[in-house]
């Protein structure tokens, strides 16, 4: 009973208690996002120029298509996927075709299929012209998508993906998005450090304060603290580090919604 009355008069213990209440408190944040149901699909692309005014990248190459001279040739790869957290079916979105990307110059060449997170999504490219690439699939699970190469002759920026969910998400551009500057961006990038930052600081403060109250606990006094708090402090951040690294990945989905790995890493 002496040893519970010492504990609580102890402003160290209060102190972790309080750490205790506002981890829990974040972690019940993050809990409730990641466990909502929504229906959402984001983009994101990258464009290659192959051929830029007639100029081949590799000498004596003559590249024609529909026997015509190609003056300009550019490779875009689309990443398209389920960034939600609920499964999205065919049924579920509006249209016959679901997925629709259009060219205002009607410049495509070509377009295939690279890779899908599972052959089970059974994405498909059902219709195919100079201005128009319609798609469709049985179903995408949370974090699956597919990735598709498109070889045009025009401006990425006159390329648009089109697609409506009923009662999800508005379209989510991942390439317009990080186009977008002042104040958000910044806000944003400085909350992406402090988050790290207050991690490693939490780190610290949790297991520095732990080996302290266990330290009074078994009763070391004087220098003896100092010692204890070290032995202890350094085994127990390494461990919550790693753990934070681990579920860092997590975060990264719930809160920044990047192309998932098994359709951006190489085979």
Same mark, same amino acid.
């Given at each position: 009973?002496?040893?519970?009355?010492?504990?609580?008069?102890?402003?160290?213990?209060?102190?972790?208690?309080?750490?205790?209440?506002?981890? $829990? @408190?974040? @972690?019940?944040i993050y809990t409730w996002i990641n466990g909502k149901k929504t229906k959402e699909i984001s983009i994101d692309n990258c464009t290659n120029e192959i051929v830029k005014m007639g100029k081949s990248p590799i000498n004596k190459l003559d590249m024609k298509f529909d026997? +015509?001279?190609?003056?300009?040739?550019? $490779?875009?790869?689309?990443? &398209?996927? %389920?960034?939600? $957290?609920?499964? =999205? %079916?065919?049924?579920?979105?509006?249209?016959?075709?679901? =997925?629709? =990307?259009?060219?205002?110059?009607e410049q495509f060449l070509d377009a295939k299929i690279i890779k899908q997170s599972d052959d089970s999504n059974a994405f498909k490219i059902l219709n195919f012209d100079a201005a128009n690439i319609e798609m469709s699939f049985d179903y995408i699970d949370s974090g699956e998508g597919v990735k598709l190469q498109i070889l045009h002759n025009g401006d990425d920026g006159k390329i648009h993906v089109e697609y409506k969910i009923k009662g999800g998400k508005p379209k989510r551009n991942c390439a317009e998005l990080r186009k977008e500057g002042g104040i958000k961006k910044i806000i944003k990038a400085i909350a992406d450090e402090l988050i790290t930052v207050f991690i490693w600081l939490f780190a610290f403060l949790m297991t520095a304060l732990f080996a302290n109250i266990f330290s009074n606990l078994i009763g070391v006094t004087g220098e003896g603290v100092l010692v204890m708090t070290i032995v202890l402090s350094i085994p127990?951040?390494? /461990? &919550? /580090?790693?753990?934070?690294?681990?579920?860092?990945?997590?975060? +990264?989905?719930? @809160?920044?919604?990047?192309?998932? %790995?098994?359709? %951006?890493?190489?085979?």
């Open positions: 009973m002496e040893m519970v009355e010492e504990l609580m008069s102890n402003p160290y213990a209060w102190l972790f208690l309080s750490l205790c209440t506002v981890a $829990s @408190f974040v @972690f019940a026997g +015509k001279a190609i003056q300009e040739l550019s $490779s875009t790869i689309y990443f &398209i996927w %389920n960034s939600g $957290s609920d499964v =999205i %079916n065919a049924k579920d979105m509006v249209g016959d075709n679901p =997925i629709k =990307i259009i060219c205002e110059d127990l951040t390494l /461990i &919550i /580090i790693f753990i934070f690294i681990k579920t860092k990945s997590m975060f +990264k989905r719930v @809160f920044h919604r990047t192309v998932p %790995n098994t359709l %951006n890493k190489e085979e």
